[in-house]
């Protein structure tokens, strides 16, 4: 159960990893400081994705 419930937080913090990353794109193309919120979208993607490849997300 510990195993699913980490590969589904992962895929959490993956999906909201882009959905900040999408919020960095627009605050750069409007001329906004835009580089802390494209640096938690890179760390929240990569933890995300680090957490469902350790968990074998898809594999069950």
Same mark, same amino acid.
Request: hydrophobic share 55%; with cysteine.
């Given at each position: 159960?510990?195993?699913y419930?980490l590969?589904?937080?992962?895929?959490?913090?993956?999906?909201?990893g882009?959905?900040?990353?999408?919020?960095?794109?627009?605050?750069?193309?409007? $001329?906004? $400081?835009?580089?802390?919120?494209?640096?938690?979208?890179?760390?929240?993607?990569n933890?995300?994705?680090?957490?469902?490849?350790? $968990?074998?997300?898809?594999?069950?």
């Amino acid at each position: 159960m510990k195993r699913y419930a980490l590969a589904l937080l992962g895929l959490i913090l993956f999906s909201s990893g882009l959905c900040v990353f999408g919020e960095a794109l627009i605050s750069k193309y409007e $001329n906004t $400081n835009w580089f802390w919120v494209g640096t938690i979208s890179l760390i929240l993607i990569n933890a995300g994705l680090g957490l469902m490849i350790k $968990n074998k997300w898809g594999t069950f």
